[in-house]
């Protein structure tokens, strides 16, 4: 791989500017005309390392899919990843133009840089690579898609309806932050998510709380009887069924939670958690990537304003999410919810789903964890964590259940990329690590077999 490495750092200068031309489009899901911009960019980026692509229809935006041929007898590997961004947010809280891609002490800035556009650009500049060196590849496919940032509506369908063509013994991408300690990361599976509106009715009205007071029903104090229902005050979630369906970790699992890198009181100090100075590091991630979640995310009615203003709000809602662990799915969770809410007298609450995403997780035996772990120790001259489940969610389900394909991820940018804030960005020599670690990650899957 010498020769690759070289290439690499030879055209350094030529692949960050090329990556600073798909930063500069604002490709976020809903602007449908830098969506058409940063597709068509990335099907001449990929026509032009030697894998022919199309811009497929999709329920939503186009899918960017690409093939070529490899090796014999290796797998047939499906690489994916988002061309959306999300948006840039409020402008005065960035140092410099979200998307003008600005270089300051030894980073890019830019929206969209991490999350997603180095990362899987990474891949196209090691397809480049390789090709240049004459190093063989598996046979490769990508999928790009422009709607993860607004949940990856169309992904699931889409794959299930071209089974063929994206058929693949194993699914690779590059997303997300390393771990904490900034080792190279390579994570085996997500949680889900589902993300849910109850709604508690008044009258439909805001009205007088002295002159109606006693006499309409006040919808926020049943909301709060409903909150206080679902979760005890140690923090159990007393919704009935909520964890039968969780399945602990493997032995092996948890001898790899204990050796995961953990700063306890570090993390501690940070995030002003002191209980998080005393925990095991197998009952830290244990919390994080095997148990699911009930999240108050924000509660909507009545006057929050500034000073006081004395009414009795006519309508609330509080919006939560359930980060779901693999075993659980969206509709028997949103089931439970329902069931729970009917038992406790509440049967006039409404619910309303904005969206679900299903957990994944692959074995930690699987047949092609090591070779990519190996390849991306060897690219980086780093040890990478190994991540059984992230916490948050990304849209493995859709490989593994549409494909029946187990998805391997690395995470490419530095941890303290500020995906989805302001001042996104990705250290230049992460970038062009990344291009190695893709390249090697290859050119180690040619030499496994199907
Ligand atoms: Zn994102």
Redesign the pocket.
Known sequence: MDDVYRYIDENAPRFLDELKVLLRIPSVATDSEAVGQASRALKDHLDAVGMPSDLMESTGNPMVVGRKPGADGAPRVLLYG?YD??PAGKRELWDSEPFEPTERDGRIYCRGVG??KAQHFAHIKALEALRACGVETPPLKIVLEGE??TGSESLPGFVKDHRELLAAELCYAA?GPRHESNRPTVYLGCRGVLGLELYVEGIGRDVHSGNRGNIVPNPAWKLVHVLASMRDPKGRVTIEGFEDDVIPPTNAERVLLSELPYDGPGMAGDLGVPELAGLAPAEYYERLMFKPTLTINGLVGGYTGEGGMTVIPGRCSVKMDIRMVVNQDPERMTALVRRHLDKHGFEDVKIEVHDAMKPSRTDLENRYADTIVRAVREASGEEPVVWPSLGGSIPQYAFVEGLGTPCIWSAYANWDEA??APNENVHIHLFLQAVKMSANVFNHLREARA
């Open positions: 988002h961004v999300m999350d997603n993860e940032e997303d995906n989805h």
